[in-house]
């Protein structure tokens, strides 16, 4: 047996081992995963573990690992914030990262090594197999940019382009450094590059483009995040068991029901990294609380917080808005002390991310609701006002109605925490999507954008859970029953799940009314205890038919982007254009532009741009388009837009026209395709 410092250290010299195998080998298949794997635990595990040894880990893996990841990206943060002071380079950032972690390795050593249970340890193994089998799958999956959405609808490139610029682009002046647009102002959302410089981190110390980086990570994050999901459904549910329900219910909801890797596909992105890692890790956190009642665990909670308004604003609100409803569902079931704990943890979760958002409220510009025109098929008017469609609050397949229909068989337990938390989130989350007024005043908060993925958000990987240990008490009949439900949601449903609306009205009247009665009355306290094996198998049959179904419709995206760019104009790109010049291209040719090198551009597709206005936004689309495509525009208006935009480089895609060019603009480079201009001072 290894003693606990020996075991501690073998724990920290994993990853750094796994990393330097990896730079050994060619930086594809094998030695491309050792790379990215062992990059990834250096920047977003292993420094927060060293700090969590040394103020105390919480009581199970899954929350232990929670808690590194938030101090982890804490160190991150606290690292970029001292590079954009000083206007440091990453390769700065780099030391400065690795003299810390060093400070707290050595003071780690000291500090005593809290031993898990036996149970816990053994799911977090199986978990982490699974999770492995998965990442294969999403790794074989992956081919270009996007995944299965493909390199012309995906976000991907826009976040490339944040990483590449921090990666490349030299002294990092300050924050606004990694912005796309040429004079475009501070992007609210991703005000401080806090995930695109963890992001880059890893590109450094993997030794990559980082592009294979927002490729191929995702598969590496996809055990961290079954984990994630364990901890907060272990703490929860009290129980080993409960974790691996709770993971299994995540993952048949954003994985299998979206033809096989769904969201997991984003986990390089902020937005897929905030719902699927950061989201599960402050729920395991704060659930810890209740359970330790430990400063140590709200102190990783404020951090785990903090991180996730940094990386997505907008998702604090869809944590705090269920704990409220976890919190009104205590209070009517449940005695004060409980209550004064969930306060404690709303506290720790509401005052680190108030400051943030406190200062990122100078970036933010008009939210409030507009017309619903790109969001018809998530957002209907009746008569009070607009709120979402419960058709597609519905939407996800077979498993996402069998998860709505399960809601309300939590006031069997209703009790117990895991189902207070259910009936509680959904009740507040339903009101909120369901009622014009409530979810009026939501979108003018966050943005109508943000608002219509409240359904993401409800807590029904919980209700799967909590559906497989009511299942459990009846053994063999329980998990049969199980299997037949979802069999049977999944061939009504399929893929999508228009037409169940009357689901979610189910949920939000099941969860709603029911607490207001079960608030009079007693209800029993289910002992699940001895029923662990049989909740893992309820769960099992839960997910295998979606899983099933799912998996059967994976594939590759093995499609050539027909926007793409030429290898020659790449390495034109990498050769000819400094760090952050500014290049004039077609707009579907810009975006992709961006993300080939660290450049800025003038325009790119709606959607996949951070603009400053939406009248400056239309004035940059039309004068891309006129520059490139009207050939009526004459030389003088299109060196017009050459000074507006301080445009020092020029993209002609052939295959839509050449245009009149002004005078002034000297032929860098041409193929079959493109040509890359430079434009002279005299002509700028």
């Not at 031993?115 to 492995?132: H, M």
Request: charged share 15%; net charge neutral; aromatic share 10%.
């Amino acid at each position: 047996m290894l003693s606990r410092t020996r075991l501690w250290l073998v724990l920290c010299g994993a990853a750094p081992l796994l990393l330097l195998v990896g730079r050994l080998l060619p930086a594809e298949g094998v030695g491309l995963a050792f790379r990215l794997a062992g990059a990834a635990g250096c920047i977003l595990l292993l420094p927060g573990a060293c700090f969590v040894r040394i103020i105390g880990a919480p009581r199970n893996v899954g929350t232990a690992l929670a808690a590194a990841f938030a101090w982890s990206l804490m160190l991150v943060f606290a690292v970029f914030a001292f590079l954009f002071a000083v206007s440091g380079t990453l390769g700065l950032g780099v030391g400065v990262l690795g003299g810390t972690m060093a400070l707290a390795f050595a003071a780690s050593l000291r500090a005593a090594l809290r031993p898990f249970g036996w149970d816990d340890v053994r799911a977090a193994l199986g978990l982490s197999v699974v999770g492995a089998a998965l990442a294969g799958l999403l790794w074989w999956s992956t081919g270009t940019i996007g995944g299965s959405l493909g390199p012309t609808v995906s976000d991907a490139l826009f976040h490339l382009a944040r990483i590449r610029k921090l990666d490349e682009a030299g002294a990092l002046t300050s924050i606004g450094v990694v912005n796309d647009l040429a004079g475009a102002h501070i992007h609210p959302g991703y005000a401080f590059p806090l995930w695109h410089g963890a992001l880059a981190l890893v590109t450094r110390l993997a030794g990559v483009d980082p592009e294979l980086v927002i490729l191929y990570l995702p598969a590496i994050l996809v055990p961290l995040a079954l984990l994630l999901a364990y901890g907060a459904g272990a703490t929860l549910f009290g129980s080993w068991a409960g974790g691996i329900a709770t993971a299994a219910g995540q993952v048949a909801l954003v994985a299998f029901a979206r033809d096989g890797v769904g969201w997991l596909q984003f986990l390089a992105q902020p937005g897929g990294a905030a719902r699927l890692l950061l989201i599960p890790g402050a729920l395991a956190l704060a659930f810890a609380y209740l359970e330790e009642r430990n400063r140590a665990v709200l102190a990783s909670l404020a951090a785990a917080a903090f991180v996730l308004a940094v990386v997505h604003p907008t998702y604090i609100v869809f944590v705090v808005l269920p704990l409220i409803g976890f919190l009104f569902a205590r209070a009517i079931l449940s005695d004060p002390p409980e209550t004064r704990a969930i306060l404690a943890g709303l506290g720790a979760i509401l005052v680190p991310a108030g400051l943030f958002l406190v200062w990122l409220a100078q970036f933010a510009g008009d939210t409030g609701t507009r017309p619903p025109v790109r969001f018809t098929m998530q957002v209907e008017t009746v008569e009070a006002g607009l709120r979402l469609r419960p058709d597609q609050l519905a939407f996800g397949g077979g498993i996402k109605v069998a998860a709505l229909f399960v809601v309300p068989l939590a006031l069997l337990a209703a009790r117990q925490r895991w189902a207070a938390y259910v009936l509680g989130g959904t009740a507040v989350l339903s009101v909120v999507a369901l009622v014009p007024p409530a979810f009026e005043h939501f979108a003018d908060a966050i943005s109508l954008s943000q608002a219509v993925r409240l359904a993401g958000f409800l807590p029904l990987p919980f209700a799967l859970a909590g559906a497989a240990v009511l299942a459990a008490r009846l053994g063999l009949v329980g998990a049969a029953a199980a299997l037949a439900g979802a069999a049977g949601f999944q061939l009504a449903y399929g893929p999508g799940a228009t037409g169940a609306g009357w689901a979610m009205w189910l949920a939000a009247l099941g969860s709603t009314c029911g607490l207001a009665v079960f608030g009079l009355l007693s209800s029993p306290v289910l002992d699940t205890r001895s029923a662990a094996r049989w909740t893992v198998i309820a769960a099992a049959a839960l997910t295998l038919p979606v899983a099933i179904a799912g998996l059967g419709r994976l594939e590759r995206w093995g499609e050539p982007d027909p926007y793409g760019l030429t290898p020659g104009l790449e390495s034109a790109l990498d050769e000819d254009v400094p760090p952050l010049g500014i290049v004039l291209a077609p707009s579907v040719t810009s975006y992709r532009l961006a993300g080939a090198a660290p450049v800025r551009i003038v325009v790119a597709p709606p959607g996949h741009v951070a603009f400053n206005t939406e009248e400056d936004y239309h004035a940059r689309s039309r004068a891309a388009r006129r520059f490139f495509l009207e050939s009526g525009a004459s030389p003088a208006e299109r060196a017009q837009t050459l000074r507006r935009y301080s445009v020092g480089w020029v993209v002609v895609d052939k295959s839509r026209g050449v245009p009149s060019l002004p005078s002034g603009l000297e032929l860098e480079y041409e193929d079959g395709r493109y040509a890359l201009y430079r434009v002279e001072k005299e002509a700028a």
